[in-house]
């Protein structure tokens, strides 16, 4: 398994991409206008990617070996490698908006962060279940955790960065699927869709994250995976506007 370095030649500009696994170009790309640069070999089961801000790194959790690569883009090789443990490897990985910390998942109970400028494990959140996914608000003070439990509810988890200690957390409808997450530009709300949950079936939950509280439930549908934000100044009236895609190809806005 290895990642694909890709640079695509658009308008006079040069954009390099790092992928794991398939790839979807857009069709309006020419074929002309990609060119495969290089390989580099990152363990057996490679789960996800993240880029520093700068794209001269990239961060690649390996399920099968439980470790993170880090690559260095430019030179199209392996920097450094980290061991996380975890008795399901590590996958998932996510960014801080500002570079500083990259967040990786290694279920079955804990949260790994590595600080970009040293590349070493700085911080390890443990949690009584594996966490599903993460974001962060837009000045990387904060990273919310979405935790899914064997238990009537999963938890809605809120971080400080600077301590790396979750300071609250919540219930959250339960979900069987791994569900879309989003916060909000001004970081006031988290939603998150809650597929074949039982309170309420299939619905946008959004949480005050200020205060951490569940402030509505919407119904969308028949199995919620995702959800996206629009790119107006919605956040500036107090109503929410978001589209969420649900099985059978629907999409919902509210």
């Not at 594996?130 to 904060?142: H, K, L, R, W, Y």
């Not at 400080?160 to 001004?186: E, H, R, S, W, Y």
Request: net charge neutral; charged share 15%.
């Amino acid at each position: 398994h290895v990642v694909c370095c890709i640079k695509i030649m658009m308008k006079m500009r040069e954009v390099v991409l790092v992928v794991v696994g398939l790839l979807l170009i857009p069709t309006a790309l020419m074929a002309q206008d990609i060119a495969v640069e290089g390989t580099v070999k990152v363990g057996s089961s490679p789960r996800g990617i993240a880029m520093t801000p700068d794209g001269s790194k990239s961060y690649v959790p390996d399920i099968g070996t439980g470790s993170i690569y880090v690559v260095d883009n430019l030179t199209q090789s392996v920097r450094k490698i980290l061991a996380v443990g975890g008795g399901r490897g590590a996958r998932n990985p996510a960014i801080s908006p500002d570079g500083r910390y990259v967040v990786v998942l290694a279920p079955p109970d804990a949260v790994v962060i590595i600080d970009t400028a040293t590349d070493n494990i700085v911080g390890k959140i443990f949690v009584p279940m594996p966490p599903s996914n993460v974001t962060f608000s837009t000045d990387g003070t904060t990273m919310l955790m979405y935790i899914l439990t064997a238990t009537s509810y999963n938890y809605l988890s809120k971080i400080d960065m600077a301590t790396f200690a979750i300071v609250a957390q919540i219930p959250m409808p339960k979900t069987i699927l791994t569900n879309g997450f989003v916060l909000t530009p001004d970081n006031r709300y988290a939603l998150s869709t809650s597929a074949w949950s039982s309170d309420p079936v299939n619905s946008l939950t959004i949480v005050d994250v200020q205060t951490m509280q569940m402030v509505a439930q919407v119904p969308v549908g028949r199995t919620p995976v995702s959800v996206a934000l629009s790119s107006s100044s919605w956040w500036r009236v107090p109503y929410l506007r978001a589209t969420c895609a649900a099985a059978g190809s629907s999409l919902y806005e509210g």
